[in-house]
């Protein structure tokens, strides 16, 4: 007689969150949600320090 598992709703939970393309499409999200708050933010600390990287990449035209 043979025994079969079958695997737990959380642990394929757990298979398919830590898969690469999952791992991949977060890291690229949250990069882009960094990089566009950074970008367009009115903060004046934080518009003062990326002002000039934000025109050199073409992203935002000068105001």
């Known amino acids: 007689m043979t025994t079969q598992t079958h695997p737990s709703v959380l642990q394929k939970t757990a298979n398919v969150t830590l898969s690469t393309p999952v791992q ?3 890291f690229v999200s949250l990069c882009a949600l960094t990089l566009w708050t950074a ?25």
């Open 24 to 26: 991949a499409t977060l």
């Open 39 to 63: 970008y367009f933010t009115t903060y004046p600390a934080v518009h003062d320090r990326v002002h000039n990287p934000r025109h050199h990449t073409l992203l935002v035209p000068c105001h």
